[in-house]
């Protein structure tokens, strides 16, 4: 009777097999991440992830604030939590940024 043998080959493991691939700190850039403007001063730009389009912080805006009042309007918020969250946003955009040193 013969008998067969096979070898088998180790195959490499996810973590050997991911060493050839760039880790996000491998890619640094000299941009800052977030716009150097305050929102709501019409000068900063957004950019929209999926896209890379470039939009005008004047047009994130008014799509902020009309996606809100147009949640109010349709009853999917009730409208003293909507002024809550309201009050929230302009409150949190117009606070001087402090340092926590």
Excluded: C, Q
């Amino acid at each position: 009777m013969a008998t067969t043998t096979t070898t088998r080959t180790k195959s490499p493991t996810r973590s050997a097999a991911r060493s050839h691939e760039p880790r996000p700190a491998d890619f640094t850039t000299d941009k800052p991440s977030t716009p150097d403007v305050s929102p709501d001063s019409g000068d900063g730009r957004y950019v929209i992830p999926l896209i890379h389009t470039s939009v005008p912080s004047k047009v994130v805006n008014l799509g902020f604030w009309g996606a809100l009042l147009g949640t109010v309007a349709v009853g999917a918020v009730d409208p003293p939590l909507g002024l809550l969250i309201g009050a929230g946003v302009v409150i949190a955009r117009h606070r001087p940024a402090t340092n926590p040193s």
